[in-house]
């Protein structure tokens, strides 16, 4: 066990010197979503003969950029990753991938809250307290369920995304098939469904419980499907 413990920090941190790059490319794409959260998210209302405009500063534009830096992760990952010579096997190696995926997710989600609630901060020193209107505290409780159901969406798309990677070093057709397959897949099921669309299936959520047995439940399934992939390929070869 102390081998197989040792084999897998070993591959965890070759991972992370590996894609080193991409790891640290975090940075733009957060401070893209900052400079794009700076001017706020206006919204206008008519009612009757009056217009009501307000503008909402959030970390939005920070999470989705943050979450489109966890699918290409593992799309890159996957191309330069190598097996730690003959003594590796395939579930040290996919062990090692788990836990490069647990470190990125955890590392997009606690960077894009603190850097969210800093840009907050930043809009009220520069506005003041006069010039905004409402002011929303947040909690700890509601920063831990924040940071908690931002991990489970990196998880998510980052199993999504190593799922694709994997496929495509099988046949590189994939890589426009797969993504044809879910545009696909997504209008059809909004085409049928509407509002309960497969989108909404999770990002719709609002029971913690079940937004958690959703993430977890299909990032098991999409690696798991990854790792027979994965197996089959390498046998092959």
């Known amino acids: ?3 197989f413990r040792e084999t897998v920090i ?3 941190f070759r991972r992370l010197k590996m894609n080193a790059l991409i790891i640290s490319s975090l940075v733009i794409f957060q401070m893209a979503g900052l400079v794009a959260s700076l001017p706020g998210e206006t919204t206008t209302i008519w009612l009757k003969h009056m217009i009501m405009t307000t503008t909402a500063y959030t970390g939005n534009m920070i999470v989705m950029l943050t979450l489109l830096w966890a699918f290409i992760v593992p799309l890159y990952a996957t191309k ?3 097996f730690a010579g003959k003594t590796s096997k395939y579930i ?3 062990s090692a ?3 490069f995926m647990l470190f990125v997710s955890l590392l997009g989600s606690l960077t894009a809250v603190l850097l969210s609630l800093a840009g907050r901060l930043l809009i009220l020193f520069y506005r003041g307290f006069d010039g905004i209107h409402l002011f929303q505290a947040v909690s700890l409780r509601e920063l831990f369920i924040t940071l ?7 998880l998510l798309v980052f199993s999504f995304g190593y799922l694709i990677g994997e496929a495509v070093q099988v046949r590189r057709a994939f890589q426009w098939f797969i993504p044809l397959m879910l545009f696909f897949v997504l209008f059809l099921s909004l085409l ?3 509002k309960n669309n497969l989108l909404a299936f999770y990002f719709a959520e609002t029971n913690l419980l079940s937004f958690t047995a959703k993430c977890v439940v299909s990032a098991v399934l999409f690696m798991g499907i ?7 390929s390498e046998v092959g070869r």
Not at 148 to 154: F, G, Q
Not at 226 to 232: L, N, P
């Open 10 to 12: 070993t591959l965890f």
């Open 148 to 154: 908690l159901a931002l991990c489970l969406n990196h």
């Open 192 to 194: 049928l469904f509407g």
């Open 97 to 99: 991938d788990v836990l």
């Open 1 to 3: 066990m102390s081998r």
């Open 92 to 94: 040290e190696c996919f």
């Open 226 to 232: 990854a790792f027979v992939i994965q197996k089959r």
């Open 80 to 82: 330069r990753k190598t």
